[in-house]
């Protein structure tokens, strides 16, 4: 290999590197933001005295942003489970 080919090629490794280190602090992100949505839409459900029309609008445009996010508007949403 010559240099020319070896510095090609440990520029190819660096950027493959740094393309999956952005990958992965942009999941970290992700994975943060959905906590904190998923923690404010219970306070929405279950915590919060005044419903209506307001907290309905809040958790709409909460699955609208987690949408944007993931592609998936119901990954906050209660799963329901199976036992057994």
Do not use: F, P
Not at 29 to 48: K, M, N, P, Q, S
Not at 53 to 67: G, N, P, T, W
């Amino acid at each position: 290999m010559t240099k020319a080919e070896n510095r090609a090629a440990a520029k190819a490794w660096h950027q493959e590197r740094m393309r999956k280190r952005d990958e992965a602090a942009r999941a970290a992100d992700i994975a943060a933001d959905l906590d904190e949505l998923d923690r404010l839409r219970r306070y929405l459900i279950l915590g919060r005295r005044a419903r209506g029309a307001d907290a309905e609008k809040l958790r709409s445009a909460i699955d609208d942003y987690v949408e944007q996010l993931t592609g998936d508007r119901t990954r906050l949403h209660a799963q329901n489970h199976k036992c057994g």
